[in-house]
Nanobody, 130 residues
Framework: QVQLVESGGGLVQAGGSLRLSCAAS????????MGWFRQAPGKERQCVAA????????YYADTVKGRFTISRDNTKNTVDLQMISLKPEDTAVYYC???????????????????????WGQGTQVTVSS
């Protein structure tokens, strides 16, 4: 099983930027599809970005498209989420999740439903003030 630890959250003013990082241990991430999710109080957990295990395909929720960028470095066993032009509605706890290991035939697939992920980090708070 892979252990995930998020970092980089914090308080930022609207229009600002943050970079979240997810570090993995226990397994190499190179065969795992990865996702970043967020959950605001009283709302369901939703996927904001996902990336296939080979990094070749990415998904972005419409609400973050053009502002968030997911990337992975399989040599460092990390997955990052660069967030720019942050809005108050981006305020949430952000979670990193891993789906895998994936077979070689599934290395270009990403996953966006929470139930598709068995490995989760503890979350990091992002608060955007207006």
């Amino acid at each position: 099983q892979v252990q995930l630890v998020e970092s980089g959250g914090g308080l930022v003013q609207a229009g600002g930027s943050l970079r979240l990082s997810c570090a993995a241990s226990g397994r190499t991430l190179s065969t795992y599809a990865m996702g970043w999710f967020r959950q605001a109080p009283g709302k369901e957990r939703q996927c904001v970005a996902a990336i296939s295990s080979n990094g070749g395909t990415q998904y972005y929720a419409d609400t973050v498209k053009g502002r968030f960028t997911i990337s992975r470095d399989n040599t460092k066993n990390t997955v990052d989420l660069q967030m720019i032009s942050l809005k108050p509605e981006d305020t949430a706890v952000y979670y990193c999740a891993a789906n895998g290991p994936r077979s070689i035939y599934a290395r270009s697939i990403y996953y966006i439903a929470p139930y598709e992920y068995a490995n989760w980090g503890q979350g990091t708070q992002v608060t955007v003030s207006s």
